[in-house]
């Protein structure tokens, strides 16, 4: 993993000093940088939550490799494999790209990680946090559950962020009952401004499979409706 942070560190160096090179260079240094949608090859990314990966492998595929990406579920090996007919694919292509992939990974405590703990990450994205279905949606303890599950996300990921230019992203859906998640005014009591908020479209994403993730129909897509990720930042004290 330090040779991934020494390579993405001295491509990322590459880039900020573009003008000091001939016109020829900068374009072998700019091809050498992939994007997709916010998300680049030079930046250093951890996915939480992610159900069957394909939201970590439309990613890995636009960069060519997966070196500068860890890849996390809460879920084990096993549950994937039973709960998702792609999810065992998505992996092993993850892998043979470069990315970190980790299993049995609680958001809720992940600044404890025995791996991660030691790593700092440009961008940390959990696309549309959710407990599971405990009660219907819309009931008070469900969004409990699931605003306890975003704040302390919230907590870890700003631990695990590099201070500068750092941005934890999370792609949320819009309306009733999620207005009530309250996620910006969480963020900020944690130490986190908005920074931005864009629209969430999966097109933007080829290949990304949004999941319910729970129960019988664990590998079905959930409507999306209209969504957004929120991308925040540390809040940044002047000395
Ligand atoms: C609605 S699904 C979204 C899955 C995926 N991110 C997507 O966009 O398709 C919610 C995800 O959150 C995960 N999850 C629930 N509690 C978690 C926790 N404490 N830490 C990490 N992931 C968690 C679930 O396993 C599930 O994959």
């Known amino acids: 993993m330090e040779l991934i942070k020494n390579k993405v560190e001295e491509e990322v160096d590459d880039y900020d000093h573009e003008d000091d090179d001939t016109d020829e260079e900068e374009d072998v240094i700019i091809a050498q940088v992939k994007w997709r949608k916010h998300y680049s090859s030079v930046q250093k990314i951890l996915l939480v ?4 990966f394909s939201f970590s492998l439309s990613l890995a595929r636009a960069f060519g490799s ?13 549950k994937i494999k039973k709960n998702y007919s792609d999810g065992i694919r998505n992996i092993m292509e993850l892998e043979e790209r470069g ?12 600044s404890d990680h025995f791996f991660l703990k030691t790593q700092r990450f440009d961008r940390i994205i959990y696309n549309f946090p959710h407990v599971g279905f405990h009660f219907p949606e819309e009931n008070c303890c469900q969004i409990q559950m699931n605003k306890t599950l975003v704040k302390e996300f919230m907590k870890n990921a700003k631990a695990l962020l590099r201070k500068e230019n ?29 920074h931005d908020t864009v629209p969430f479209y999966k097109n933007d994403y080829p290949g990304y499979q949004n999941k319910r993730a729970h129960g019988s129909s664990a590998d079905a897509p959930f409507q999306l409706g209209q969504a957004n990720t929120y991308k925040f930042r540390l809040i940044t004290h002047p000395l």
Request: charged share 30%; aromatic share 4%; proline share 2%.
């Open 99 to 110: 990315c970190v992939v980790l299993h049995g990974v609680d958001g809720k405590h992940m």
């Open 166 to 194: 750092g941005e934890i992203h999370i792609s949320h859906k819009e309306g009733d009952p999620y207005e009530k998640w309250n996620l910006v005014k969480k963020a900020e009591k944690i130490g986190l401004h908005l």
């Open 66 to 78: 997966a070196r500068n990406m860890v890849a996390t579920s809460l879920d084990s090996l096993e």
């Open 49 to 52: 939550g992610d159900g069957d």
